[in-house]
């Protein structure tokens, strides 16, 4: 059974024209199944970087990227979209949820781009994560009608719809105030026990 | 790919909302495009109906022969010679100028009463049609006749110039029933003595119909007149309907012109929206793509869009340009001109401009469409 995570060696170097910005120097890392790992380090560390690289969202200059025994390294746009939207869910500081579409909508988004379920399936599927965050009552609402707790348990129900093998969270609870910030952090420690992500 | 179209609507859908005044605007300047298209091209469309089958009434001849410069130039014995020519059928000499009615340009038809009757089925709508030799006496067709506002019994005078001055009186005898669509009946008649007079060309005239039998033998019968007449302007009326088709080809093509440079602002208008709506989306675009979006979803989105303004923006214009046929006519007849232009609704322009604005909606969406397709997650979710 390959890990879910496996970096060897990843380096990243920003080529900012006159200055070359080392953000990530030959990170090694990997993550088994049911682990939960929290990143830290100030601002500018690398942190989103490296998220961004084993989210498949950029390429790193040096090393291999492996997702559950995929190497990701040198994959083509379309490929990675396909893994980004199959193994991995992603929850941002920002929530980032389209503000054109509902609660129910924002979640059904990924599974939208799955060609595999129908639409009833969708629905019912975005509909029980909704119940799992505890905002089915909200399940019509624009994220501008929500407040930013509402909308991040939005965004992690998102994260969640297509089964994911990998949640990436980068500072999740870096928008909303302390006591909301925790309570993001237990429900998503509860859905890695409940989900075995 | 059904479902990705979809979902790409909805998305677009919402996005033309929530910029209600902006999506208003680039609509509108779809609007002004298409319906200037279908405006003019409608107006070209019933400019050309109206004369290839105000021809078709007049000439109903196979060969028509005419002096070159319009002046009544061509003996009126001449007539006799072509009836002999075999395969014709019948041959009338006429005499067709323009002349002023009530300070109008009118067209004026002499013509002897007897060959008319037997050539077509006449009715009045009032009062009865000429005597031959009726000299002072005009009948007029009913369009030409309202237009004027005259009726039975009333005297006109008809002049040479639109200065009024020195004419000679008519006397309204009859109105002619107006036969098929109104636009085919255009002008008056008065016999041809009284037109020859008129013209102070007795004995001549300055066209000759020529009816023919068989309409294959037309060539050869063309062929024959002209060794008769070399001076003469001989010409069958399809060769005549077909010159005038070039003409009608290119005035078509310059009000297409217009209506295209239109509806290139318009496309411009598509562009700016979209490109502004990639703009103020990036966030929105990295998202879609970390959670899985393909470079096609995401054109889909914006082209979608694009498709939408254009859509609803042909259909209105459809509308508003048939609208603007009516103002059209509204104001070629409040600058008081003796022209009507029918209004003929042809689906096949409204389905040209249709697919005009949808075509031109895609191509206008494009290229931001593809710009936002080809934004990288990591950079548009970076952007504030």
């Given at each position: 059974m390959s890990n879910p995570v496996e970096l060897r060696n990843v380096v990243k170097t920003y080529d900012l024209g006159d200055i070359k910005i080392n953000a990530l120097r030959g990170v090694d890392l990997t993550v088994k199944k049911g682990e939960s790992l929290s990143i830290m380090g100030?601002?500018?560390?690398?942190k989103t970087t490296l998220l961004n690289m084993i989210g498949g969202l950029d390429h790193p200059t040096e090393g291999q990227v492996i997702i559950d025994g995929i190497d990701i390294t040198r994959m083509s746009e379309k490929k990675l979209a396909r893994i980004r939207r199959e193994k991995i869910g992603f929850i941002f500081q920002f929530f980032n949820l389209v503000p054109m579409l509902s609660a129910l909508e924002n979640i059904q988004l990924s599974m939208n781009f799955v060609g595999k379920f129908t639409e009833s399936e969708i629905r019912d599927k975005a509909l029980e994560l909704l119940r799992l965050v505890g905002l089915e009552q909200r399940m019509y609402h624009r994220p501008t009608q929500m407040s930013g707790g509402e909308q991040q348990r939005v965004a992690i129900a998102r994260a969640l719809a297509n089964e994911p093998s990998i949640i990436l969270a980068?500072?999740?609870?870096?928008?909303?105030d302390q006591r909301t910030g925790w309570k993001i952090v237990r429900l998503i420690q509860n859905l890695n026990k409940l989900k075995s992500v | 790919m059904f479902k990705t179209l979809r979902f790409s609507f909805r998305i677009a859908k919402r996005s033309i909302g929530r910029r209600k005044f902006r999506s208003a605007l680039t609509i509108l300047g779809v609007i002004i495009g298409i319906a200037a298209i279908v405006s003019l091209m409608t107006l070209g469309y019933g400019m050309r109906y109206q004369i290839e089958t105000t021809l078709n009434e007049m000439l109903g001849a196979g060969v028509i022969i005419s002096s070159r410069d319009g002046?009544?130039?061509?003996?009126?014995?001449?007539q006799e010679y072509v009836s002999q020519?075999?395969?014709?059928?019948a041959s009338i000499p006429l005499i067709m100028t323009m002349v002023y009615i009530n300070e109008q340009p009118t067209m004026i038809v002499g013509i002897d009463p007897i060959e008319v009757a037997s050539l077509y089925h006449v009715t009045y709508e009032d009062g009865r049609g000429l005597e031959p030799e009726e000299d002072e006496s005009i009948i007029f067709t009913s369009t030409t006749a309202n237009n004027l506002e005259i009726s039975v019994d009333d005297k006109i005078t008809i002049s040479s110039t639109g200065l009024g001055g020195i004419g000679q009186t008519f006397t309204v005898v009859g109105i002619l029933h107006t036969v098929g669509?109104?636009?085919m009946n255009i002008g008056c008649f008065i016999t041809l003595e009284a037109a020859q007079k008129l013209l102070g060309k007795e004995g001549y005239a300055n066209t000759i119909m020529v009816r023919i039998d068989d309409p294959s033998q037309g060539e050869q019968i063309e062929a024959i007149l002209e060794n008769m007449y070399p001076t003469a302007y001989i010409a069958r009326e399809e060769e005549l309907m077909s010159e005038i088709g070039q003409i009608m080809d290119i005035i078509d093509g310059v009000l297409i012109g217009l209506g295209s440079i239109s509806l290139a602002v318009g496309a411009l208008g598509i562009m700016n929206t979209i490109m502004m709506s990639v703009h103020e989306r990036r966030r929105e675009i990295g998202m879609l793509k970390a959670v899985g979006a393909e470079r096609r979803h995401i054109l889909f989105i914006f082209l979608s869009e694009a498709l939408l303004i254009s859509f609803f923006g042909g259909i209105l214009g459809c509308i508003f340009g048939l609208f603007g046929v009516y103002i059209a006519q509204w104001f070629i007849a409040m600058l008081g001109l003796n022209i009507t232009i029918p209004l003929i609704i042809s689906p096949y322009i409204l389905g040209v401009a249709l697919m005009a604005a949808v075509s031109v909606g895609i191509m206008a969406g494009l290229f931001p469409s593809w710009t936002a397709a080809n934004i990288r997650p990591v950079e548009a979710l970076r952007y504030e």
């Amino acid at each position: 059974m390959s890990n879910p995570v496996e970096l060897r060696n990843v380096v990243k170097t920003y080529d900012l024209g006159d200055i070359k910005i080392n953000a990530l120097r030959g990170v090694d890392l990997t993550v088994k199944k049911g682990e939960s790992l929290s990143i830290m380090g100030p601002s500018g560390c690398g942190k989103t970087t490296l998220l961004n690289m084993i989210g498949g969202l950029d390429h790193p200059t040096e090393g291999q990227v492996i997702i559950d025994g995929i190497d990701i390294t040198r994959m083509s746009e379309k490929k990675l979209a396909r893994i980004r939207r199959e193994k991995i869910g992603f929850i941002f500081q920002f929530f980032n949820l389209v503000p054109m579409l509902s609660a129910l909508e924002n979640i059904q988004l990924s599974m939208n781009f799955v060609g595999k379920f129908t639409e009833s399936e969708i629905r019912d599927k975005a509909l029980e994560l909704l119940r799992l965050v505890g905002l089915e009552q909200r399940m019509y609402h624009r994220p501008t009608q929500m407040s930013g707790g509402e909308q991040q348990r939005v965004a992690i129900a998102r994260a969640l719809a297509n089964e994911p093998s990998i949640i990436l969270a980068d500072e999740p609870t870096g928008n909303v105030d302390q006591r909301t910030g925790w309570k993001i952090v237990r429900l998503i420690q509860n859905l890695n026990k409940l989900k075995s992500v | 790919m059904f479902k990705t179209l979809r979902f790409s609507f909805r998305i677009a859908k919402r996005s033309i909302g929530r910029r209600k005044f902006r999506s208003a605007l680039t609509i509108l300047g779809v609007i002004i495009g298409i319906a200037a298209i279908v405006s003019l091209m409608t107006l070209g469309y019933g400019m050309r109906y109206q004369i290839e089958t105000t021809l078709n009434e007049m000439l109903g001849a196979g060969v028509i022969i005419s002096s070159r410069d319009g002046s009544a130039d061509i003996p009126e014995y001449v007539q006799e010679y072509v009836s002999q020519v075999p395969g014709v059928n019948a041959s009338i000499p006429l005499i067709m100028t323009m002349v002023y009615i009530n300070e109008q340009p009118t067209m004026i038809v002499g013509i002897d009463p007897i060959e008319v009757a037997s050539l077509y089925h006449v009715t009045y709508e009032d009062g009865r049609g000429l005597e031959p030799e009726e000299d002072e006496s005009i009948i007029f067709t009913s369009t030409t006749a309202n237009n004027l506002e005259i009726s039975v019994d009333d005297k006109i005078t008809i002049s040479s110039t639109g200065l009024g001055g020195i004419g000679q009186t008519f006397t309204v005898v009859g109105i002619l029933h107006t036969v098929g669509a109104e636009q085919m009946n255009i002008g008056c008649f008065i016999t041809l003595e009284a037109a020859q007079k008129l013209l102070g060309k007795e004995g001549y005239a300055n066209t000759i119909m020529v009816r023919i039998d068989d309409p294959s033998q037309g060539e050869q019968i063309e062929a024959i007149l002209e060794n008769m007449y070399p001076t003469a302007y001989i010409a069958r009326e399809e060769e005549l309907m077909s010159e005038i088709g070039q003409i009608m080809d290119i005035i078509d093509g310059v009000l297409i012109g217009l209506g295209s440079i239109s509806l290139a602002v318009g496309a411009l208008g598509i562009m700016n929206t979209i490109m502004m709506s990639v703009h103020e989306r990036r966030r929105e675009i990295g998202m879609l793509k970390a959670v899985g979006a393909e470079r096609r979803h995401i054109l889909f989105i914006f082209l979608s869009e694009a498709l939408l303004i254009s859509f609803f923006g042909g259909i209105l214009g459809c509308i508003f340009g048939l609208f603007g046929v009516y103002i059209a006519q509204w104001f070629i007849a409040m600058l008081g001109l003796n022209i009507t232009i029918p209004l003929i609704i042809s689906p096949y322009i409204l389905g040209v401009a249709l697919m005009a604005a949808v075509s031109v909606g895609i191509m206008a969406g494009l290229f931001p469409s593809w710009t936002a397709a080809n934004i990288r997650p990591v950079e548009a979710l970076r952007y504030e």
